[in-house]
């Protein structure tokens, strides 16, 4: 017990060093004078506050709290939840709008687009900004396609004569500004075979005023291919060598076939040495030949006789004729 009364006779002491105890107070009275030694503080100490807009005095009494941030929109202090846009730049969730005044959008948890010092909602900004499909005229938001100078939706950029839809990196064809598939672009301003009427596309022959696929250039007598050969034209059309010197050639009068190689000149007309024969009896007749086209001199004895320009031999004259 002793011992307990000399720690509270100690405990008086510390607390009340003159030896009187302190004097008590009313609550109200004692936070009213808090309250105006605050103020009083306050109003002495407005000019030692620093650069950042803290009170040193707030500051070394453990009560820091900061100044109001400004929201970029309204200019006024941001005291809740903000929204840092456009640089940095603070706005009240409610001031963050699209800036197009039709619309007025809360951008608040929706996907925006800045152009300082404005910000636009999705459908503003496209409408505004963004580029158009040449087929459909409205704003394109996502992919795009880049052709002929113009911007398309994907599923706007089509052949515009059967309509196929252009896949990625698909060749198309380009006439008077529209896409054309190649198989119609082909069908509608590419040269055709003159043979088999179809499209020319890649590698092709011209020859006698008209084109060709290779496979389709041949004789067109015999059909022979002639894309490695040399070729004869007659009439437009090209034929191999053998076929043009059997259309060309003159006829034997007698059989009709053309007159290849060696020829008889006889009573104006022009045979095969043998189809030279008596025109009544059928014998052949042993004649002056000459090679055709050189004019030679005639060759052997004067063996028929003429009569209307058809030969005989010398019995079937006398028998006919004499």
Known sequence: MDELDDLLCELQEFAAPSGEPPPLTD????????????ANNNAD???????DGIDPVAAASGSLVPS?????????????????????????????????????????GLPYFEMF????????YHEKFGKRCAYCEQPIKERLISALGKSFHPEHFFCC?????????EQFMEADGMPYCPEDFMALFAYGCSKCKK??????ITATGKRFHRECFGCMACKRPLATDGFFEHDGNPY????????????????DGPLIGRAVNACGKRYHPECFQCCFCKIELELPTVEPGWGGPTKGKQGFRAKDQNPYCHPCFLKLYA
Not at 27 to 32: G, K, L, R, V
Not at 74 to 96: E, K, M, T, V, Y
Not at 161 to 169: E, I, L, N, P
């Open 68 to 108: 109001a941030t400004p929201c970029f929109a309204c200019n006024r202090p941001i005291s809740g939840a903000s929204l840092l846009a456009l640089g940095d730049r603070s706005f009240h969730q409610d001031c963050f709008r699209c800036c197009n005044d039709t619309c007025k959008r809360r951008l608040a």
């Open 45 to 51: 100490d407005d000019d030692h506050h620093d650069d």
């Open 117 to 124: 010092p404005d910000v636009y909602c999705e459908g503003c």
């Open 199 to 204: 499209p020319l596309v890649g590698d092709y």
């Open 161 to 169: 004569q059967c309509g196929k839809t252009f896949g990625v990196d």
């Open 27 to 38: 609550d109200s009275d004692h936070h009213s004078s808090k309250n105006d030694n605050t």
């Open 240 to 255: 191999c060598e053998r076929d043009y010197h059997i259309l060309t050639a003159p006829k034997c009068a007698t059989c």
